[in-house]
């Protein structure tokens, strides 16, 4: 997890050039440590404010972004008008957040359980640092909007990728693994073939859980 927002664990085995290219500005503009960070700050700041963090008699913490307009007191954000009005700007956004998503994954996975050099997660890797291929990132919509969370996460965030980590929900099968960050729950594929078994995933996930509905963010759309 990127230090800006207060990341602490490190994964040895990641190679200098990977972490210089992550922390650089892409084609598509920001940098993708610079996405991951930019779009859970507003989470990261919640969660402050609700912990009394931030506030009277405490250190403020930036309400604000290079990206995005926050008003915490209205539970309002808004992108900033030089962004609004560059074309493609937010696709071009929401492509290096996905890959972020997966360069996290990837880095915890191997932090965790030691066995991201698989050849299995070769395609990871090729979607993360070069862009290429076209996968899904799924995101699940809470039916409540209380997420209880252990003091002084939001400080030093930790990404939940096994269900006996966090809660029963979690599902890691059919070719997608789901994991949870900032009290936000994804879900991306552990398989080049994900899509051979996707519809029995979707059968399994669909029934009502704690984070339905969801919805399938791809690029490009493939038309479900």
Known sequence: MPQGLGG?????????????FFGQKTKRGPAIEEAIKETFHVSR???????????????LVKADSLFFKIDLAKHKVSLKTAYKLKPHF??????LLKRGLYKMFLE???????????????FIRE???????EYPVIYFHRKHGIVLQ?????????????????????????GIHEFEFFGH??????????????????????????????????DPPLGR
Do not use: H, M
């Open 8 to 20: 602490d664990l490190i994964c040895n085995n990641v190679c200098d050039d990977c972490n210089k």
């Open 45 to 59: 700041l919640r969660f402050l404010a609700a912990q009394n963090e931030i506030g009277r008699n405490k250190a």
């Open 90 to 95: 937010q696709e071009g956004l929401c492509r």
């Open 108 to 122: 915890e996975n191997e932090r965790v359980n030691g066995d991201s050099n698989a050849s299995k997660y070769d």
């Open 127 to 133: 979607f993360a640092r070069y862009d290429l291929g």
């Open 150 to 174: 252990e003091l002084g996460y939001a400080k030093s965030p930790k990404l939940y990728l096994k269900p006996e980590e966090r809660s029963k929900y979690l599902i890691c099968d059919y």
């Open 185 to 218: 729950v994804f879900g991306i594929p552990i398989s080049r073939n994900w899509n051979l078994t996707y519809d029995l995933y979707r059968k399994v996930i669909i029934p009502g859980t704690v984070t339905r509905p969801f919805r399938e963010w791809f």
